[in-house]
């Protein structure tokens, strides 16, 4: 019986590790703010997704605005400006001075890292049928089975997302990185991202709600 209980205490937390595992979504690290800023919710942002798929970009870009837009604040992806290829730097002044931006999001890939841990052994009880010549008929008897540890590795996608503010010169004023398990679409990790950092910027008064 207590071999029993042993047995099904070790699958129920390996069922745990299993899906806490599986349902894994994106954190953001390494955030930081520019202590010294002091000027105000930033109102009109300029969304760019430095990615050479033009697809991926403006999914990426489409999620932030959809996420600012929720707050009141306005923004626009930059595709819709630079449909063929992202601006260079003066493209990018002219812009801003065009079209009143006073806040710029830029997100990037960066390199993809891989954790490894370590997964705990198991033992199991199974069942076993032997035919009993001399009693004629099945005898059931039970054996242990050693199932082994073994070390697990994740793939972890990582993303850079920064704030910049168009006045005085023009500064970085928020950064972070996103760490997120290998997905199976785009459009997945972008939402966990955008709904990630605009509570973030909210927090720290670099947007405002405008409703």
């Keep these: 019986m207590k071999l029993f209980k042993k047995i099904i205490l070790t ?8 899906l806490i595992e599986s349902c894994a979504t994106t954190t953001l690290v390494d955030e930081w703010a520019d202590p010294s800023y002091n000027g105000g919710p930033l109102k009109k942002f300029l969304i760019i997704a430095i990615r050479k798929d033009p697809v991926q970009r403006r999914i990426w870009e489409d999620a932030f605005v959809a996420e600012l837009a929720k ?3 306005k923004a626009l992806p930059s595709y819709h400006l630079f449909p063929d290829i992202l601006p260079d730097t003066n493209q990018l002044a002219q812009t801003v001075l065009e079209n009143g931006f006073d806040g710029i999001l830029i997100t990037r890939l960066l390199d993809a890292a891989t954790t490894s841990h370590y997964i705990q052994g198991y033992v199991t009880s199974e069942a076993q049928s032997h035919y009993n010549e001399f009693r004629k008929r099945y005898d059931t008897y039970y054996q242990n089975v050693l199932h082994p540890g073994y070390v697990e590795s994740t793939v972890i996608d990582r993303r850079a997302i920064d704030v910049w503010t168009t006045a005085n010169e023009d500064k970085m004023i928020w950064s972070a990185t996103s760490n997120t398990p290998e997905r199976n679409t785009v459009e997945a990790v972008q939402n966990d991202i955008a709904e990630l950092v605009i509570p973030e910027l909210l927090k720290i008064g670099i947007i405002h709600l405008n409703k």
């Excluded at 699958?11 to 299993?18: A, D, E, N, Q, R």
């Design 11 to 18: 699958v129920t937390l390996l069922c745990l590790i299993i």
């Design 71 to 73: 707050q009141g604040v």
